[in-house]
């Protein structure tokens, strides 16, 4: 019996272990895919500018978003 | 702006559009209050022309039908153009004065050609930023007919509306009032102006519709108690 604790214990623990890294690593992708800046989900381009070039490149709109205060901090929009 | 953090408007977003975002005004904080601030947004073709704008925060599911709008009737735009750019022009602002007639039961007739004006910054038609410097004129919206008569419930529906999401007193060419709220006056302004240069429209929109002040100063932050919490650090 005490053979028997002295191999499965650890295993219990490591399966313990092991377990929430997978779960993690499964959630994260996801997590990844909308992303963006400053707690949204989209990706902004340094200056409206910048959008318009790269706009251009991929043949795409632009979408320019006018605000008060200071749109990185979110206190302070 | 929380339509921003939906993933569904991002994944649209990335799709088919470049973000970008600019601070054209201020605000003040008092205590923990916040005073005025607001934001636009505006759909662009790359060389700065507005196709469309959305005027103050949405939410998500508004947001996404406006950016689909956009998309959907640029691509019918393009097509039904065959590359002719006044069509297109012409093609957006008519598509601008349907959404008002059927969403808030107007009639506006489309500016579909622009006569050349020379443009007077430095009379009083301007908006200026707080050192008297002239940003945008201050442009002229198209002609209201009056309301449609075939949308009649839709019309009642959309003045009740637009009373709730506080609307601003519109004449038409007879002198009568109408209740619109902040979109609807924006298809009105883009009836008349759409696929103008961003730069020309953004003073309509924020100071014109929003009824912000265009600034480039800080926040600015106002204790009215300045006493409370002072004696906590003692």
Redesign the interface.
């Known amino acids: 019996m005490r053979a028997y604790f002295r191999w499965s214990l650890p295993a219990v623990m490591m399966l313990g272990l092991t377990v929430p890294c997978q779960a993690d690593a499964v959630k994260k992708p996801a997590n990844n895919a909308v992303c963006g800046d400053y707690g949204t989900s989209v990706h902004f381009e340094k200056s409206p500018s910048d959008a318009a070039r790269r706009a251009l490149k991929e043949e795409k709109l632009v979408c320019v978003l006018h605000i008060s205060g200071y749109f990185e901090d979110p206190d302070y929009t | ?1 929380n339509a ?4 569904e ?3 649209y ?2 799709t ?12 003040r ?1 008092v205590g923990k209050a916040k005073q ?13 022309r507005v ?1 469309h704008a959305v005027a103050g925060p949405v939410d998500a599911a508004t947001f996404l039908r406006e ?1 689909k709008w ?2 959907e009737t ?1 691509k019918k735009g393009i097509e039904a153009a065959k590359k002719d750019g006044a069509s297109f022009k012409a093609f957006m602002r008519t598509a601008h004065a349907e959404r008002l007639r059927n969403e808030h039961g107007l009639i506006a007739e489309a500016v579909t050609f622009d006569p050349p004006d020379p443009q007077d910054n430095d009379g009083a038609l301007t908006y200026r930023d707080p050192s008297g410097r002239p940003l945008a004129p201050v442009l002229r919206p198209p002609p209201i007919d009056g309301p449609d008569v075939k949308f009649r419930l839709q019309l009642e529906a959309a003045a009740a509306k637009a009373a709730q999401d506080g609307a601003a007193l519109l004449r038409d060419r007879h002198g009568r009032g109408w209740a619109l709220n902040n979109q609807g006056r924006v298809h009105v302004l883009m009836a008349a102006h759409a696929m103008g240069q ?1 730069e020309k429209l ?1 003073g309509s ?2 100071e014109g519709i929003l009824g ?1 002040r265009i600034s480039t100063r800080p ?1 600015e932050v106002v204790n009215p108690f300045p006493w409370v919490g002072r004696d906590a650090k003692r």
């Open positions: 702006m921003l953090a939906n993933p408007v991002g994944k977003l990335e088919y559009f470049v973000c970008a975002f600019q601070r054209v005004g201020t605000f904080i005025g601030g607001n934001v636009a947004t505006y759909f662009c073709a790359p060389d700065g196709l950016a956009v998309v640029a961003i953004y929109v924020f912000e926040v």
